[in-house]
């Protein structure tokens, strides 16, 4: 089992930045694939990017390729997303989660993943 606490969600506006953590608990973080989703009221839950549990490989939605940046250090169980030049549609409850399997390809899918946050709320204003 791990668990996990996103933080850094917050207001900003268009064209800003933010950069969401995702703090894992247990020895067996670093061999977990992640990945962050989001979810906008009314929509469904979505990919947004991902990482192997190496940091050598990772995956992104071709919505925020070129402005999101997910990044990850395993010594201190955490996981990044880097959000630049964000957008209204970008507004959403962002959610990390945990791929326990961890193989050679970082998963898209909801269904690949094990373990989730409890979400932080990102809201960027127009």
């Known amino acids: 089992q791990v668990q996990l606490v996103e933080s850094g969600g917050g207001l900003v506006q268009h064209g800003g930045s933010l950069r969401l953590s995702c703090a894992g608990s247990g020895r067996t973080f670093s061999s977990y694939s992640m990945g962050w989703f989001r979810q906008a009221p009314g929509k469904e839950r979505e990919f947004v990017a991902a990482?192997?549990?190496?940091?050598?490989?990772?995956r992104y939605a071709d919505s925020v390729k070129g402005r999101f940046t997910i990044s990850r250090d395993n010594a201190k169980n955490t996981v990044y997303l880097q959000m630049n030049s964000l957008k209204p549609e970008d507004t959403a409850v962002y959610y990390c989660?945990?791929?326990?399997?961890?193989?050679?390809?970082?998963?898209?899918?909801?269904?690949?993943?094990?373990?989730w946050g409890q979400g932080t709320q990102v809201t960027v204003s127009s």
């Open positions: 990482i192997r549990w190496s940091g050598d490989r990772t």
């Open positions: 989660a945990a791929d326990r399997l961890g193989g050679p390809v970082v998963s898209a899918s909801i269904t690949g993943y094990d373990y």
